[in-house]
């Protein structure tokens, strides 16, 4: 099982970036996805998750209307667009995944996690 994160660079508030988890060694639509981020001295927090079935999806209340969770089973990849940056929203964001049906929210759920990528927001 492989996720690799790519899509991160530095930004002005108010830009827009697309994450992409590409993933590999298994069938992602048997798993829940989730992207978390974790800024220096913060806890990791849940940004978006989508479940497996039926793409249910969560979104952290600090990010809804901004970002948006998709994933193309066929291809293998999760995205998350991201619009209207704030330097706020700079951390490393990272990919996970889990072998189930339902959403997953808590870290802890996921199995499967991704090296993160860098976003950074400036004002």
């Known amino acids: 099982v492989r996720l690799v994160e790519s899509g991160g660079g530095s930004v002005q508030a108010g830009e827009s970036l697309r994450l992409t988890c590409a993933t590999s060694g298994f069938s992602l639509d048997e798993y829940s996805i989730g992207w978390f981020r974790q800024a220096p001295g913060k806890a990791r927090e849940a940004v978006s998750c989508?479940?497996?079935?039926?793409?249910?999806?969560y979104y952290l209340e600090a990010v809804k209307g901004r970002f948006t969770i998709s994933r193309d089973n066929a291809e293998n990849t999760v995205y998350l667009q991201m619009n209207s940056l704030k330097p706020e929203d700079t951390a490393f964001y990272y990919c996970?995944?889990?072998?189930?049906?339902?959403?997953?929210?808590?870290?802890?759920?996921?199995?499967?996690w991704g090296q993160g990528t860098r976003v950074t927001v400036s004002s």
């Open positions: 996970a995944a889990v072998q189930r049906r339902t959403i997953a929210i808590m870290s802890h759920e996921y199995d499967y």
């Open positions: 989508i479940s497996a079935v039926e793409n249910f999806t």
